[in-house]
């Protein structure tokens, strides 16, 4: 008897026609002789109608309240879920994060899980049910709701999988497996058939949103092999995992890219110890995380500063940064919100140089300044102007030959 933990997102329980399917499916699992723990997302939009609920009422809702509402998503589909299964003749149980004991810290909104009571669902289990857990949820030490971010029900499934100590963690979602890069922008876009946890991080932070981050993170800690797979379709999908002896080791991976970030300059600064700091300091005073970072050549006794935060943090750190320019005497500061960030991703890139000028190159056949450039040991990131994304993205795409398998480029290139 095998132990399976199976996480199924917003849109394949987004019907009650997806519903019953699941319920086919847990339930042939079932009868194979398989124990079964599933994982569920609210109904698909339902997360973002709370929300939108929420906001209707308070610019800023209590962060404690917007756990209670959100978690009710999830509590949905728990209960439809569980009587779906029992409609086909197959006992199963349903709970909430904070009754199956998932205990997180109290960071509402963005919690983190410290510890899963397991026993529950194993007595469940022995009794030949099938256990249906909400995702994305869990409770404080104190009782209080708390909700993981979104996205935040791959990190339950991979966090149960970890306690229950299942062989693997299956997340179902409405595409096969994971690409080369979103198949909505690139239809040639091509599954993955294996990526190691640390390039599925990379392709997660730096944009790529089928897996939560943290999700990754915890399944990389615990050893806890994922599996992406299509709730719709039949297939393999991609597992990720530990580099394993003998796996390919492409030069590129996939690209990732995202438009939650906004930059901010400032221009003429006295160049003279302590710029960094006085410029970033009451930024991260104001509990804003800055991502890229770059300083100018100083020239004539002063220089520019550039970085870029969060896009919802943008209206505050430009306030923040008008008033350093002020006390600093700094001559003017510049915002723009319309940026894109694209990033390249591949753990061969260690050992390949000409990754980096292959990117720039194919972005200036295609007419697009690069903005700015960061780079780690396995990624390359630029920021361009928002509008060219989608081309960007697409010539990348190409130019790696991403969409031909096996993903190995010539090294021509
Ligand atoms: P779920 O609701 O099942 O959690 P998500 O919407 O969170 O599903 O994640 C699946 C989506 O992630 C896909 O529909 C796809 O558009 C998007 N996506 C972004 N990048 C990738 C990628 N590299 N590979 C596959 N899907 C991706
Ligand atoms: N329902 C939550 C969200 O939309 C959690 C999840 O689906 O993973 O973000
Ligand atoms: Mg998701």
Redesign the pocket.
Known sequence: MTLIVQK?????VGTLERIEAIADKLVAFQRRGDSLVAVV?AM?GETNRLLALAHEIHSQPNPRELDVLLSTGEQVTIALLSIAIEKRGIPARSYTGSQVYIRTDSAHNKARIQEIDAKRIHDDLRQGRIVVVAGFQGADEKGNITTLGR?G??TTAVALTAALEAGECQ?????D????????VVPE?RRLARLTYEEMLE?ASLG???LQIRAVEFASKHHVPLRVLSSFEKGEGTLITSEVEGMEEPLIS?I?FNIDEAKLTILGVPDKPGVAYHILGPVADANIGVDMIIQNVGRDGTTDFTFTVHRNDYLKALEILRESASTLGAREVRGDDKIAKISVVGVGMRSHAGIASTMFHTLAQEGINIQTISTSEIKISVVIEEKYLELGVRALHSAFELEKAPSRISSSL
Do not use: E, M, Q
């Not at 199924?8 to 394949?12: A, K, P, Q």
């Not at 497996?177 to 198949?183: A, H, L, N």
């Open positions: 199924f997102g917003g849109t394949s997302s698909s996205g029900s791959d997340i179902y979602t409405d595409v497996g994971v690409y080369t890069t979103d198949p909505r876009a392709l790529a949103k089928v996939g990732a």
